[in-house]
């Protein structure tokens, strides 16, 4: 039997669903990366041009969603690694995780609230 399997179980199935949700994160972030088409098509079928539109901004809002999936596997993968150290460690040590980590979510509800005003503000254009 495999001593701490558990443990080993627990950590596998958390770095798991953190490649999820990066996958989910780059998935939005791709599907982001295409609004501008999206957009171009709405302002066509309402048969005029919008100058409001700013369809670049959705490409580089969809790059960074995609570079932040990356780092999300990135950090899920060192943080699987060095639990997995831990908990094969005969020593006690304290939970914790380092400050990127700690960075990460409010970074994400950031980036959620620009991108609500940023699509809010092209479907006031639209309309």
Known sequence: MIPHFSDHAANERTYLAWVRTAIAVMAFGF??????IFLSYAARAAGHSIPGLHV????????????????????????FNRNRKLI??????????????????????VMAGFLAVYVARQLVALG
């Open 31 to 36: 599907l982001l990366e295409r609004f501008d």
């Open 56 to 79: 670049r901004a959705s490409e580089w809002l969809g790059l960074l969603l995609l570079l932040f999936g990356a780092l999300v596997v990135l950090l899920a993968t060192v943080r």
């Open 88 to 109: 094969d460690s005969e020593q006690v040590h304290a939970y914790g995780g380092t400050l990127l980590e700690r960075v990460m979510a409010p970074l994400l509800i």
